[in-house]
Protein backbone atom coordinates (compact mmCIF):
# COMPACT_ATOMS: atom_id res chain seq x y z
CA UNK A 1 0.00 0.00 0.00
CA UNK A 2 2.93 2.53 0.66
CA UNK A 3 4.52 1.52 -2.28
CA UNK A 4 1.82 3.17 -4.68
CA UNK A 5 2.15 6.26 -2.51
CA UNK A 6 5.82 6.65 -2.82
CA UNK A 7 6.02 6.14 -6.59
CA UNK A 8 3.01 9.00 -7.07
CA UNK A 9 5.15 10.77 -4.67
CA UNK A 10 8.94 10.63 -6.29
CA UNK A 11 6.74 10.99 -9.86
CA UNK A 12 5.61 14.42 -8.75
CA UNK A 13 8.83 15.56 -7.78
CA UNK A 14 10.51 14.46 -11.09
CA UNK A 15 7.35 16.18 -13.12
CA UNK A 16 8.15 19.26 -11.05
CA UNK A 17 11.93 19.19 -11.42
CA UNK A 18 11.56 18.75 -15.07
CA UNK A 19 8.97 21.56 -15.41
CA UNK A 20 11.57 23.92 -13.73
CA UNK A 21 14.04 22.86 -15.91
CA UNK A 22 12.28 23.97 -19.09
CA UNK A 23 11.17 27.09 -17.76
CA UNK A 24 14.43 28.22 -17.18
CA UNK A 25 15.78 27.08 -20.45
CA UNK A 26 12.59 29.13 -22.16
CA UNK A 27 13.25 31.98 -20.07
CA UNK A 28 17.16 32.10 -20.88
CA UNK A 29 16.42 31.57 -24.67
CA UNK A 30 14.00 34.48 -24.05
CA UNK A 31 16.29 36.78 -22.28
CA UNK A 32 19.08 36.17 -24.87
CA UNK A 33 16.57 37.13 -27.62
CA UNK A 34 15.71 40.69 -25.64
CA UNK A 35 19.62 40.79 -25.57
CA UNK A 36 20.21 40.74 -29.11
CA UNK A 37 17.02 42.28 -29.90
CA UNK A 38 18.11 45.60 -28.16
CA UNK A 39 21.74 45.72 -29.80
CA UNK A 40 20.05 45.42 -33.08
CA UNK A 41 17.86 48.38 -32.73
CA UNK A 42 21.16 50.44 -31.72
CA UNK A 43 22.76 49.19 -34.52
CA UNK A 44 19.88 49.96 -37.11
CA UNK A 45 20.44 53.84 -37.33
CA UNK A 46 23.90 53.84 -38.50
CA UNK A 47 22.28 51.35 -41.41
CA UNK A 48 20.06 52.80 -44.29
CA UNK A 49 17.91 49.18 -43.88
CA UNK A 50 18.67 45.54 -41.89
CA UNK A 51 18.25 42.97 -43.90
CA UNK A 52 17.14 40.00 -41.53
CA UNK A 53 17.41 36.52 -42.74
CA UNK A 54 15.60 34.28 -40.94
CA UNK A 55 16.28 30.29 -42.49
CA UNK A 56 18.55 27.24 -40.80
CA UNK A 57 21.88 25.81 -41.62
CA UNK A 58 19.78 22.73 -42.62
CA UNK A 59 17.28 23.96 -45.18
CA UNK A 60 18.40 23.59 -48.72
CA UNK A 61 16.60 26.93 -49.94
CA UNK A 62 18.20 28.51 -46.84
CA UNK A 63 21.77 26.89 -47.62
CA UNK A 64 21.70 28.29 -51.51
CA UNK A 65 20.54 32.15 -49.63
CA UNK A 66 24.04 31.76 -47.39
CA UNK A 67 25.68 33.00 -51.04
CA UNK A 68 23.53 36.10 -51.46
CA UNK A 69 24.06 36.53 -47.35
CA UNK A 70 27.96 36.77 -48.21
CA UNK A 71 27.63 38.97 -51.28
CA UNK A 72 25.45 41.49 -50.03
CA UNK A 73 27.83 41.59 -46.61
CA UNK A 74 30.90 42.59 -48.97
CA UNK A 75 28.98 44.66 -51.27
CA UNK A 76 26.40 46.95 -49.12
CA UNK A 77 28.21 46.21 -45.60
CA UNK A 78 28.34 49.86 -45.05
CA UNK A 79 24.71 50.69 -45.75
CA UNK A 80 23.31 47.30 -44.96
CA UNK A 81 23.20 45.38 -41.39
CA UNK A 82 22.62 42.26 -42.24
CA UNK A 83 21.26 39.46 -39.89
CA UNK A 84 21.45 35.44 -40.04
CA UNK A 85 19.01 33.63 -37.61
CA UNK A 86 18.76 30.01 -37.80
CA UNK A 87 14.86 29.72 -36.49
CA UNK A 88 15.75 25.94 -35.97
CA UNK A 89 18.12 26.48 -32.42
CA UNK A 90 17.23 27.39 -29.35
CA UNK A 91 18.74 31.04 -30.05
CA UNK A 92 17.03 31.92 -33.02
CA UNK A 93 13.80 30.60 -32.52
CA UNK A 94 12.46 33.50 -30.51
CA UNK A 95 12.89 35.21 -34.06
CA UNK A 96 10.59 33.07 -35.92
CA UNK A 97 8.19 34.39 -33.24
CA UNK A 98 8.81 37.42 -33.23
CA UNK A 99 8.80 37.82 -37.16
CA UNK A 100 6.31 35.50 -37.43
CA UNK A 101 7.29 33.80 -40.07
CA UNK A 102 5.23 30.72 -41.94
CA UNK A 103 8.21 29.40 -43.64
CA UNK A 104 12.06 29.28 -44.41
CA UNK A 105 13.94 31.01 -45.50
CA UNK A 106 11.85 34.11 -44.73
CA UNK A 107 13.61 37.23 -45.34
CA UNK A 108 12.92 41.04 -43.65
CA UNK A 109 14.15 44.18 -44.70
CA UNK A 110 13.51 46.96 -41.88
CA UNK A 111 14.10 50.75 -42.60
CA UNK A 112 16.37 52.65 -40.44
CA UNK A 113 13.73 53.68 -38.30
CA UNK A 114 13.10 50.42 -37.60
CA UNK A 115 9.71 49.84 -39.63
CA UNK A 116 9.54 46.57 -41.88
CA UNK A 117 8.90 47.68 -45.35
CA UNK A 118 9.25 44.48 -47.36
CA UNK A 119 9.05 40.80 -46.86
CA UNK A 120 9.94 38.09 -48.89
CA UNK A 121 9.29 34.11 -48.48
CA UNK A 122 11.65 31.40 -50.17
CA UNK A 123 14.64 32.05 -52.01
CA UNK A 124 15.67 35.38 -53.36
CA UNK A 125 18.15 36.21 -56.12
CA UNK A 126 20.37 38.56 -55.26
CA UNK A 127 19.63 41.29 -57.95
CA UNK A 128 16.45 41.18 -56.94
CA UNK A 129 17.16 41.44 -53.32
CA UNK A 130 19.35 44.71 -54.54
CA UNK A 131 15.84 46.11 -55.86
CA UNK A 132 14.39 46.12 -52.51
CA UNK A 133 17.43 47.63 -51.06
CA UNK A 134 18.09 50.31 -53.42
CA UNK A 135 14.39 51.60 -52.82
CA UNK A 136 16.08 52.63 -49.48
CA UNK A 137 18.61 54.57 -51.12
CA UNK A 138 21.42 52.09 -50.61
CA UNK A 139 24.14 52.76 -53.87
Known sequence: MNTP???FSRLAVVLL?????SQSVEAQNTAHALKAQKANKIEQK???V?????GSVRCIPCQ???SVIKSIKEKYGE???????????????????????????TQVF???NGKEFFRHEG???????????KTKGVK
Request: charged letters at 25%; aromatic letters at 18%.
Open 79 to 105: QVNVIFYDVWTPEGKPFGKQYNIQVIP
Open 123 to 133: YFPEEELVKVL
Open 64 to 66: QMQ
Open 5 to 7: KRF
Open 110 to 112: IDE
Open 17 to 21: FVASI
Open 46 to 48: KYK
Open 50 to 54: TFIEL
